[in-house]
């Protein structure tokens, strides 16, 4: 299960997923470590085999323990929605998840941070001059600072992903360290192709762009369109897949590999 919630954590770190603010239902709060619910009770006749004493998930903290509600118990109700919902939806009862919704939103709600960018663009467009001048020196040094850094994703990306619910027990570094193998990789594969070659920027295109407030958003579906001077062919480049937006200033938030 971990390793498929990754794979779906690298989807979401790709492409953005979920709705835009607005909806206002209530998540119910979840069943914590020293809860005192009792041990046996009414089953759920929708799924008669449901391990309701073992079939659990226990947070990396330890203070939170999602099991499956029992009829007649406060989260039941809200677990048959979210046992509706398709990434929830499987052949027997799973524990109750209770922030299901930030999946289906699309983002969690986040405070507000204090951290910006480090050494970021004052628009997509100087961003983009950056990465040609980096790949027509073919500098991997120069390349390397336009992307986000660990701090950066930790502090002002991940309170705000919804992988990173307590129940998924996905922690920052796991999906910094696939974000980070991704990056080095598409880097090295954009100075393998354009390196070194005599490159002129002509614009840059985001095809979506999905807000994670109250803090950044992220642009994704990037093509980097560039000419050739010896040439004159016009080139677009994919390698720099999404970027990041804070505070109107921009950085790479991941490159393709």
Excluded at 14 to 29: K, L, Q, V, W, Y
Excluded at 123 to 135: C, G, H, I, P, R
Excluded at 146 to 154: G, K, L, Y
Excluded at 158 to 166: E, I, K
């Amino acid at each position: 299960m971990r390793f498929i919630l990754l794979a779906a954590l690298l989807t979401l770190l790709h492409t953005g997923c979920g709705r835009e603010e607005g909806d206002s239902t209530t998540i119910a709060e979840s069943v914590y470590a020293d809860d005192t619910s009792p041990t046996s009770g009414p089953v759920d006749p929708r799924y008669p085999n449901a391990d309701y004493e073992n079939n659990r998930i226990t947070s990396n903290d330890g203070k939170q323990v999602f099991t499956i509600p029992r009829p007649g118990e406060p989260n039941y109700a809200d677990w048959l929605r979210m046992m509706q919902y398709r990434p929830y939806r499987t052949a027997g009862a799973i524990p109750y998840d209770p922030d299901w919704r930030d999946l289906e939103r699309g983002y969690r709600r986040a405070a507000v941070v204090e951290l910006g960018l480090k050494n970021a663009y004052a628009s997509m467009d100087t961003l983009a001059e950056a990465v040609v001048f980096a790949l027509v020196n073919r500098d991997r040094t120069l390349l390397e600072p336009t992307r986000i850094i660990a701090q950066e994703f930790e502090t002002i990306c991940w309170p705000s992903f919804p992988q990173g619910r307590p129940y998924t027990r996905i922690t920052w570094r796991d999906a910094w360290g696939m974000q980070d193998r991704s990056s080095h990789s598409g880097i090295v594969d954009l100075l393998s192709e354009f390196g070194g070659l005599p490159l002129e920027f002509v614009r840059i295109e985001a095809n979506e762009t999905k807000a994670y407030p109250p803090n950044f958003r992220i642009h994704s579906g990037i093509r980097l369109y560039v000419r050739n001077t010896d040439s004159g062919e016009l080139l677009e480049i994919l390698g720099l897949q999404s970027i990041i937006e804070r505070k109107d200033r921009f950085k790479a938030f991941m490159y393709d590999d």
